[in-house]
């Protein structure tokens, strides 16, 4: 069965260092999605990409965060540099379509991130 | 702007008994909502959707507009339904956002 696939699966850094996740989505999945989920709360969507473009990333902090999706498909979320306050749970997820339509999100493992 | 209310971090019952996962939420248009479960160890899945008036692993959640509530249902609760739940929901605009709650750790005990 496919899945979404997502590395590492932990990475411990030092606050003002760049860290970067990747992942890659279903096959054929249009929509990809980069959420980040703080210990206690529910996932928070950061960005959002059909295809290669994104259609939503008001929740990204723009000043350290960034992220592509080149072609299309797998997708590299980075933060530069990183602060104590985003270790997190940062997932992928990815769906058939997205806008406007109603399809289900696959979530990947999701990577753990440390910044001490 | 949407919202997600899940009341109760902790919700622990006995094995047989009723279950009732709160959910309420605040959106201005016609909202499309969600419950995703998260058993140990394994990934966020998606568990119903209130579109579908659907049953599945025995729970079912009604879509009550009056009182803004997505409450998720389940009469006999089994050992194997322990898991973190959260209910989210979808807005209808262009990009297909996902809201979550802040999710509902349901402990079933023997």
């Known amino acids: 069965e496919a899945e979404v696939a997502q590395s590492p699966r932990y990475k411990i850094t030092e606050k003002s260092q760049a860290v970067a996740f990747w992942c890659d989505p279903i096959?054929?999945?249009?929509?990809l999605y980069w959420y980040r989920q703080i210990l206690g709360q529910g996932p928070e969507l950061l960005v959002q990409?059909?295809?290669?473009?994104?259609?939503?990333d008001s929740q990204l902090p723009k000043d350290r965060f960034s992220a592509e999706r080149l072609k299309g498909v797998d997708s590299t979320l980075k933060i530069q540099p990183a602060e104590l306050g985003d270790s997190a749970m940062y997932l992928c997820?990815?769906?058939?379509?997205?806008?406007?339509?109603?399809?289900?999100?696959?979530f990947g493992p999701g990577t753990r991130l440390t910044v001490l | 702007a949407q919202r997600v209310t899940q009341p109760e971090k902790l919700l622990s019952v006995f094995k047989g008994a009723p279950v009732e996962l709160k959910c309420n939420y605040s959106?201005?248009?016609?909202?499309?909502l969600f419950w995703y479960v998260q058993y140990s160890r394994q990934r966020l899945q998606l568990l119903l959707r209130?579109?579908s008036r659907e049953s599945i692993k025995g729970f079912t959640a009604d879509l009550n507009k009056g009182e803004t509530s997505f409450h998720l249902k389940k009469p006999f609760a089994q050992e194997e339904d322990s898991a973190m739940y959260y209910c989210?929901?979808?807005?209808?605009?262009?990009?297909?956002?996902?809201?979550f709650g802040t999710g509902t750790r349901l402990q079933v005990t023997l």
């Open positions: 997820a990815s769906s058939l379509v997205g806008a406007g339509g109603h399809n289900e999100q696959f």
């Open positions: 096959s054929g999945h249009a929509t």
């Open positions: 959106y201005s248009g016609s909202p499309e």
């Open positions: 990409f059909q295809d290669e473009s994104v259609v939503d």
């Open positions: 989210a929901l979808q807005n209808t605009g262009t990009a297909s956002k996902l809201t």
């Open positions: 209130h579109i």
